[in-house]
């Protein structure tokens, strides 16, 4: 095994990101904890900016940090998916290596070494993700190729196009701001479309109010971003993105659901620091306590309620557990698209779960037709019916087509 295989081995067992990970929950536990001794939520502000008169919000730190987070954790599965196909792909006769085989100036052995490169499996590794990631310039890079060319077991796949190009973690950095992008934009008008009746304490009770006071359109300081708004206008990003790099959108959406999963986990606790979306009145141990002013008004003489972010936020935590265990560990059985549905069926299950908690939950409302179900609900229910039956249907052909070959 070479050192470089060896490397990624201990890697594998324990990704940094746990550390951070293991954080956010103890952050998560100790504030909650403190809400059930003291009653008491943070204050909407994080910190005040008096140069600029300006206030930064909680809610957007919270969101911020599980874009990160979600973000990070992405980019190294993407790196641990690029490493599986390269090793899939380059023998580890050719991986083992010395590059002082390709006879290179000293100045391009030099540049190699700042960068750790010392084998022809790493040189092979980062050159397919992106020659640039070798520090080296046009020159520089040219004499590598053609000395890499030179070498009979070198394939020119590898060099062109490499099968694993398309793992490259740097596209989750540079494509994270055209998901974003479209995101807030598709989980605005989702919301706008469709506000909760929470959103009442401001004087929206409708799409139209938001058209009447137009400046409320892109006042996010009260929250008002709609989860499934979000999902299509991601989406979107990440078709836009992918088409642009030559990249299959599908299968970087079944990474991204990855972050994304755990992005949400840690989003929820916005809707906490904003007492909103909570869920009916409850008794129980754990029930939140939502101060008077965020109440609705029918439940102003109720102090504790179900805290349906909570709920949400732990199932999206077991949604990004489940989907990482799948991505990592069941690579050779999975379909292209498998866990972008997986999640979306999860996601829904979830909500649909949550719903069942909510107060402010927007109803369907077709006229003639008098539906007592949440907009959030039929949507989940119809992305379960319709995924679930792609999953069994697209595996059970899967499964069909083997057997016929065999």
Not at 167 to 186: H, K, M, R
Not at 315 to 338: A, C, H, P, Q, Y
């Amino acid at each position: 095994m070479s050192q470089r295989q060896k490397t990624l081995t201990i890697k594998r067992r324990f990704e940094p990101y746990w550390y951070l990970i293991a954080v956010m929950l103890a952050l998560g536990a100790g504030l909650f904890i403190y809400h059930q001794v003291t009653d008491l939520t943070p204050d909407r502000v994080a910190f005040h900016i008096s140069s600029f008169n300006f206030d930064v919000f909680w809610y957007g730190v919270i969101i911020v940090t599980g874009i990160g987070l979600g973000t990070y954790v992405t980019s190294k599965v993407a790196a641990n998916k690029a490493d599986w196909v390269f090793q899939k792909h380059v023998p580890s006769s050719v991986q083992a290596l010395p590059i002082s085989k390709l006879s290179l100036p000293k100045e391009i052995s030099k540049a190699l070494a700042k960068r750790k490169v010392s084998s022809m499996g790493q040189l092979l590794f980062e050159w397919g993700l992106d020659p640039g990631r070798l520090g080296l310039n046009k020159a520089g890079r040219e004499f590598v190729e053609k000395q890499l060319n030179k070498m009979p077991k070198i394939e020119s796949d590898w060099l062109e196009d490499a099968p694993w190009r398309q793992w490259n973690p740097d596209y989750v950095w540079s494509g994270v701001a055209w998901c974003l992008a479209f995101g807030v934009v598709g989980a605005r008008l989702y919301h706008i479309l469709t506000p909760s009746p929470s959103m009442a304490e401001i004087g929206i009770n409708s799409a139209a109010d938001y058209f009447r006071n137009p400046l409320q359109l892109v006042n996010l300081r009260n929250g008002g971003l709609g989860i499934y708004g979000a999902l299509v206008g991601g989406a979107l990003g990440i078709i836009v993105f992918t088409k642009r790099h030559r990249l299959s959108a599908i299968a970087w959406t079944d990474l991204a659901v990855v972050g994304l999963a755990l992005g949400q986990s840690i989003g929820r606790w916005a809707n906490f620091i904003n007492q909103e979306l909570y869920g009916s009145p409850s008794s129980l141990p754990w029930a939140i306590t939502i101060e008077p002013a965020h109440r609705l008004p029918e439940y102003i003489n109720i102090a504790r309620f179900h805290p349906t972010f909570l709920y949400a936020s732990i199932w999206s935590f077991i949604t990004f557990l489940v989907l990482l265990w799948l991505s990592k560990n069941k690579r050779e059985s999975m379909l292209k698209g498998d866990l972008t549905a997986l999640y979306l069926i999860m996601f829904s299950f979830g909500r649909i779960v949550t719903e069942l908690f909510r107060l402010d939950s927007r109803m369907v409302n077709i006229p003639g037709v008098k539906l007592e179900i949440p907009v959030a609900t039929l949507i989940a229910i119809t992305i379960i019916v319709i995924l679930g039956i792609t999953l069994i249907w697209r595996h059970t052909k899967r499964e069909n087509l083997v057997h016929e070959s065999s």
